[in-house]
């Protein structure tokens, strides 16, 4: 899935468990895990590609979906570690370890990868959720196909709208009991 829907899914489940009282504090750091994995997989090398050749697409633009194989190995690798719900699950134990509580936004990272499970093919990145201890991956649809972006960024629409009434209706009953 593109960033910004990461992005956009990991507030609203934030916005939600928040409302719920379920431990999240902030939204703004579940938001940001919840697109960490692209950033730490892409961002190294779309910086380097920027101060080397500018901005251009790394790959053939018309080719659908894009190969892999554009991309230096690096990327791959790190794309392994940030798209691993093994990795999560480590990381997400030994911050509790050391925090002797659990940080409930980290869970916006798990989100990222269940999300990117079925809305990558095998041609393109497909999420390796069980590396390192099993290559398994799913081929699933393109979140690029035109069909399905419209269908994802129309249930965002429709979930922040939700959230927007329910803090409106919150807001005049309180107003309201004064």
């Given at each position: 899935?593109?960033?910004l ?7 609203a489940?934030?916005?939600?468990a ?5 431990l ?11 697109v960490?994995?692209?950033f730490l ?6 910086i380097?590609?920027i ?7 790394p790959?053939?633009?018309?080719s ?6 554009f991309?230096?190995?690096y990327?791959k ?6 798209h ?5 699950s480590?990381?997400f134990?030994l ?8 940080y ?11 999300i ?6 095998s041609?393109?990145?497909?999420t ?8 398994f991956?799913?081929s699933g ?5 035109p ?11 429709i979930?922040?709208i ?6 409106r209706?919150?807001?005049e ?6």
């Amino acid at each position: 899935m593109d960033i910004l829907a990461h992005t956009l899914w990991s507030g609203a489940l934030a916005k939600v468990a928040k409302k719920r009282n379920f431990l999240i504090k902030s939204v703004g750091w579940a938001a940001f895990f919840g697109v960490a994995p692209d950033f730490l997989a892409f961002g190294p090398y779309l910086i380097v590609r920027i101060l080397t050749v500018g901005f251009s697409p790394p790959f053939p633009m018309g080719s659908e979906p894009p190969s892999d194989a554009f991309m230096p190995q690096y990327v791959k690798e790190l794309y392994h570690v940030s798209h691993s719900l093994i990795i999560f699950s480590a990381v997400f134990f030994l911050v509790w370890l050391i925090r002797k509580k659990p940080y409930w936004e980290f869970f916006a990272w798990a989100l990222h990868i269940l999300i990117d499970i079925p809305t990558h093919t095998s041609q393109f990145f497909p999420t390796p959720f069980l590396w390192p201890i099993n290559n398994f991956e799913v081929s699933g649809i393109s979140w690029g196909t035109p069909w399905f972006m419209v269908l994802n960024y129309t249930l965002l629409a429709i979930v922040y709208i939700y959230l927007y009434i329910s803090v409106r209706r919150r807001r005049e009953n309180a107003a309201r009991a004064l």
